[in-house]
């Protein structure tokens, strides 16, 4: 298991719809800040899968989701 506290996980959505154009929620940003973590660790050639399983369309009026 792979802590990742709650501040990366929002950057890490916010890079994703910002950068890839996904919208995906906290969760989903988690995820992937517990990838970004993971990748040093990796031998070259590895491949990761990850499952984004939620949006971000309800966190667009959460305080602190958007940048300020």
Known sequence: MIQ???EPA???ARRSAT???ML???SSGATLAAIA???PELPPGARVLGFNYDTGERYLSVDG???A
Do not use: M, S, T
């Open 65 to 67: 989701f958007l940048p």
């Open 19 to 21: 950068e890839e154009g």
């Open 10 to 12: 929002r950057e890490y």
């Open 37 to 39: 973590q993971k990748l």
């Open 4 to 6: 990742v506290d709650a």
């Open 24 to 26: 995906v929620g906290i």
